[in-house]
């Protein structure tokens, strides 16, 4: 039990170690896309507790990213709230309008397909009300202005790095958390209800009551990287943080490194967003080429790995040498 | 004796059909009670009636003396009634352990003391040495096991256990007799659905017998046996 416990705690320590160093690299157009990649990193962990670790496959999640990002960037726009604090304030709103529509999804037992098209339907109802919502910039947005008094107070940097890092702060918490989580009743319940709702009911599990708690955790931590997201681009528009194409990059970080596994989506991140900002670098003159190799890779991942590139991982994991005893 | 269920004037239809017709019957404290009729006899809705997967159109269901018609099945659970299924539902991508862990929670607030009670009753069903074992790996018999163990974690007072001996050999349903004998002994109070008599006739204490949605007989097993209603509905009029 310890020396398994020892063991993860290493495995940990040495991914925190690399991933801290990386930012270091003076390019900013490198950290730019690494900023991305921990922050689909951390979309694709929040959308594993409800997609992977629940069952309950979302398309509703970039909603919930743009929730965040509204919420800290109205508020201060209008009073200067700074981020650190309004990042809670659109958690808690996000995970009221997480528990209103799962509410009202679950409660009249909608499951699988039915759930995942209910939600999109959610998505897009809520980014064609901003785009015509003059009150909060309708379709052209909001620009966070740059506060020139303590900029940093407001997370205003002019370097990404400190972005970086905080991404990377906020990405080892939410890993922490989420295997807390799993690894709690909480989680264990999850899982049953993946599996078998109906044996779970049987077994005393209030399915109706964790199906809510997982998507209130999950849309709790999507809308936090919505803040962040905001402050790190200036820029915010219902096409850029209520699209479906970021639902659908959310969705592909998780299921591509592998459901319900936490560390996958780190993975599936690592992958996705240096294919998506090279393809588009390379090939994004042609209108569309771009997209068409970035989905064609996915589908050959897909189709390889089944069950995430996290197995790959794995197996080349246990073929290496052994050189440390405990096993 | 104490009685813990009551079943009172319980209906219940689909559409045209009338599955259940005025069934009443009750459970006394730590008895085994065996439910038998031919296919399509109504066994299986009368288990989902009570144990809150069906709300019956009428009738009511006591446990304890509290009435508990249409609670929400997990309500029901965490009361102390709970069901195994006819067709196997264990959660198969997952370990034995986990399985009947997730069970455990239900009663044992910390983890480690739930893991502990869940290994207690990995044994008591004979599945030791598989705890690390996927459920999905497990022999059909294996995994009516662990359905059982999964359900006896929860800590009911009452289980009710739809046809658990389906699809097994004879020796396996003898050891599983055997099994259930034995928590049966430790306290708990079970209603066995059997599709097949032999199968239920050595430990049930009393019969009730289900006919086309009705109760046509109640009894200790060997009157039930010559019960020529019974064996009406069995092989047909001469």
């Not at chain 1, 999804?105 to 015509?132: E, P």
């Not at chain 2, 009636?49 to 304890?64: A, L």
């Not at chain 2, 067709?87 to 198969?92: C, D, E, G, H, S």
Request: hydrophobic residues 50%; positive net charge; contains cysteine.
């Amino acid at each position: 039990m310890n020396v398994r416990l020892e063991k993860s705690a290493i495995n940990k320590l040495i991914i925190l170690i690399i991933l801290s160093l990386l930012p270091l690299y003076p390019s900013p157009y490198f950290r730019r896309t690494l900023f991305l990649v921990l922050y689909f990193a951390y979309l694709g962990v929040a959308w594993d507790l409800l997609g992977g670790y629940t069952g309950q496959g979302s398309f509703v999640h970039a909603a919930f990213v743009g929730l965040g990002a509204y919420t800290s960037a109205l508020l201060f726009i209008w009073w200067r709230v700074t981020p650190y604090i309004s990042m809670f304030i659109g958690a808690l709103v996000s995970a009221l309008f997480a528990g209103l529509i799962g509410y009202l999804c679950f409660r009249f037992g909608l499951r699988g397909h039915f759930f995942f098209l209910a939600s999109i339907a959610f998505l897009v109802a809520m980014r064609y009300s901003f785009t015509n919502w003059d009150l909060v910039g309708g379709a052209t947005g909001l620009i966070i202005p740059l506060e020139s008094h303590v900029p940093w107070f407001y997370l205003q940097f002019e370097s990404k790095l400190p972005y970086c890092y905080l991404m990377l702060i906020f990405l080892f918490a939410e890993i922490l958390l989420a295997e807390k989580i799993v690894k709690s009743k909480l989680g264990y319940y999850f899982v049953a209800i993946r599996e078998d709702e109906l044996a779970s009911e049987s077994l005393g599990i209030n399915t109706l009551r964790y199906k809510l708690i997982s998507f209130v955790i999950s849309a709790a931590f999507t809308s936090l990287a919505g803040t962040l997201y905001a402050f790190f681009v200036g820029y915010i528009a219902p096409e850029t943080v209520l699209s479906d194409i970021l639902t659908v990059q959310i969705v592909i970080v998780a299921i591509l490194g592998g459901a319900g596994t936490i560390y996958g989506s780190l993975i599936g991140a690592f992958i996705m967003v240096p294919l998506m900002e090279y393809t588009r670098a390379f090939l994004g003159a042609r209108s569309g080429l771009d997209l068409i190799v970035l989905g064609s890779l996915i589908i050959l991942i897909c189709v390889l790995y089944p069950h995430g590139l996290i197995k790959l991982i794995g197996k080349i994991y246990h073929k290496l040498p052994r050189i440390r005893g405990d096993h | 004796m104490e009685t813990l269920l009551r079943i009172e004037n319980v209906s219940m239809r689909f559409g045209g059909l009338q599955a259940l017709k005025n069934v009443s019957f009750t459970v006394k404290n730590n008895e085994v009670i065996g439910l038998i009729g031919p296919n399509g006899a109504g066994k299986t809705t009368l288990l989902n009636c009570v144990t809150g997967f069906y709300k019956p159109v009428e009738g009511k269901v006591f446990y304890k003396g509290k009435e508990i018609t249409g609670l929400k099945p997990h309500k029901i659970c965490q009361m102390g009634l709970t069901k195994t299924f006819q067709l196997i539902r264990a959660f198969k991508s997952l370990s034995v352990l986990d399985n009947v862990l997730i069970g455990a929670l239900l009663k044992s607030s910390r983890k480690n003391e739930a893991v502990k009670f869940a290994k207690e009753v990995i044994k008591t069903v004979g599945l030791e040495g598989k705890e690390n074992v996927l459920a999905g790996n497990l022999t059909p018999a294996d995994q009516r096991s662990l359905e059982l163990a999964r359900a006896i974690a929860t800590k009911p007072e009452i289980l009710l256990l739809d046809e658990i001996a389906a699809g097994l050999t004879p020796a396996e349903v003898a050891e599983l007799v055997e099994i259930l004998k034995e928590i049966n002994k430790k306290g708990l109070t079970l209603v066995i659905v059997e599709h097949v008599m032999q199968a239920i006739m050595p430990i049930a204490g009393r019969i009730i017998v289900l006919h086309e949605g009705r109760k046509i007989a109640e009894g200790p097993p060997q009157q039930i046996r010559e019960n020529e209603k019974v064996i009406e509905a069995y092989f047909g009029e001469e």
